[in-house]
């Protein structure tokens, strides 16, 4: 059977959904073997396709000759060809990352841009591509998932890679016998690229010791990929019965996290979504024993000891958020919760007992009143009491969580607190026999 007959019965058995005539596709083309062989074997069967040039401006003119060369191609097969180019080397200092990072990020977000509805994107990515990414993932250690490398389609996935089961050597002969030109990119030669240090240096010498070293890699990545399946359902076993969702946070006990079978892998597993790395696992499990409000961070969470609890949430905001309510404003809204004023003459007939709902005596109240994020430093006075109190020392009192005490607000006038908002009023703005004007305040998330 020749290429095109494989491809043909390799695309009915993993994409049934996807047919020619009813599908449309973007195929990433760069001009190189693979993604030429590509766009002459999407053409064959009938597919109604685009084609997405990326140029990334890294390589000088031989950039500019692969834009030309790709545009020459839509003339070929009579499609439409899409070019962007891209300030790589800026974004990727602006972005602190790797020239391959940007790139990738780059391209996948212009591809997202210009995707129409119903609109599949096609890579080029084949065998010899996958066995490349498993052994980085190795080196990484980036765990089973990582070790069943590149997958040709995911659930709810735009993205496909229908050349996955083809070695590089089969594109070379079928390019060959259809007298299909390409490009050489010349960087590939160059192994300050990291898959260019696996390709041309160490798989190489790995071929020495182990000349079916690459067929067993490919074996391999289909058993992960089957192990990988029965592991992603053992962990949702676990992680369902471990993990409370609460208002944007997630609560875990700390016994049942520490008596957990198979710690490690749980505990990556957990932590995994939230951006935390394969070396801070030893870290997290370090923090089941820390004391209370003792925390770890990645850059976009954080995991808080709590008492007997685990808490892993959004990291707080820098920088904290006020809002000024002046006279006439009846209601401000604020990080998804509003609260809404009322001037009355004379005490309330009856004070209900929440603290969703408060009374002031206006007398002693100056406008602009100021709706803020607590900081370390405020105190009050405590309705009730006398004597004034740290705010801190109070949020303590009420066993509040680090995470809950950062979503405190106060409201203050002429900087006096008079409501921790939800909490307490301050006991020098209380309603009393002599009251003449009453401010109420309503709170509602």
Do not use: C
Not at 129 to 134: A, F, G, L, M, R
């Amino acid at each position: 059977m020749n290429l095109h007959d494989q491809f043909t019965a390799q695309w009915t058995r993993q994409f049934p959904r996807i047919t020619a005539g009813q599908s449309g596709l973007l195929l990433a083309v760069s001009g190189g073997l693979d993604s030429v062989v590509l766009v002459d074997l999407v053409a064959r069967s009938g597919f109604q396709f685009r084609i997405a040039h990326a140029n990334f401006q890294l390589r000088g003119d031989e950039s500019l000759r692969d834009e030309q060369f790709v545009r020459q191609l839509g003339t070929k097969y009579e499609t439409d060809i899409l070019v962007k180019r891209f300030d790589t080397l800026a974004f990727a200092e602006r972005k602190k990352l790797s020239v391959q990072e940007a790139a990738r990020e780059l391209r996948y977000a212009w591809f997202r841009e210009i995707l129409r509805t119903g609109e599949f994107i096609v890579t080029a990515h084949h065998a010899d591509d996958n066995i490349e990414t498993v052994l980085m993932h190795f080196f990484r250690g980036t765990g089973i998932e990582g070790l069943a490398g590149i997958q040709p389609f995911r659930k709810a996935s735009v993205l496909i890679r229908p050349l996955l089961p083809f070695r590089k050597s089969q594109l070379k002969e079928y390019a060959d016998s259809r007298g299909l030109a390409w490009v050489e990119d010349s960087s590939n030669g160059s192994n300050k690229y990291t898959r260019n240090f696996f390709r041309n240096s160490l798989l190489p010498q790995l071929k020495e010791i182990f000349p079916q070293v690459e067929e067993n890699i490919l074996d391999n990545i289909t058993r992960f990929g089957e192990a990988a399946g029965l592991y992603r359902q053992a962990v949702q076993e676990q992680l369902k019965k471990l993990v409370e969702e609460k208002d944007g946070e997630w609560h875990i006990p700390v016994l049942k996290w520490k008596q957990l079978p198979y710690l490690h892998t749980i505990t990556w597993e957990l932590i995994r979504p939230y951006h935390f790395t394969a070396a801070q696992v030893s870290e997290v499990i370090r923090l089941l024993d820390a004391g209370n409000g003792a925390y770890i961070a990645s850059s976009s969470h954080r995991i808080l000891r709590n008492r007997k609890w685990m808490i892993i949430s959004p990291n707080a905001g820098v920088a904290s958020r006020h809002i000024l309510i002046e006279q006439n404003d009846r209601q401000v809204v604020f990080e998804k919760a509003e609260l809404q004023l009322q001037i009355i003459s004379g005490p309330p007939a009856s004070i209900p007992d929440t603290q969703d709902q408060v009374f002031l005596d206006a007398r002693n109240i100056r406008f602009p009143l100021l709706l803020r994020r607590f900081k370390t430093g405020d105190y009050f006075y405590p309705l009730g009491m006398q004597k004034k109190k740290k705010l801190s020392r109070f949020l303590i009192d009420l066993k509040l969580s680090r995470t809950a005490k950062e979503q405190v607000w106060v409201l203050e006038s002429d900087k006096k607190i008079l409501w921790v908002i939800g909490r307490r009023i301050d006991n020098r703005f209380r309603i009393t026999d002599t009251t003449q004007q009453t401010l109420q305040i309503s709170y509602r998330k």
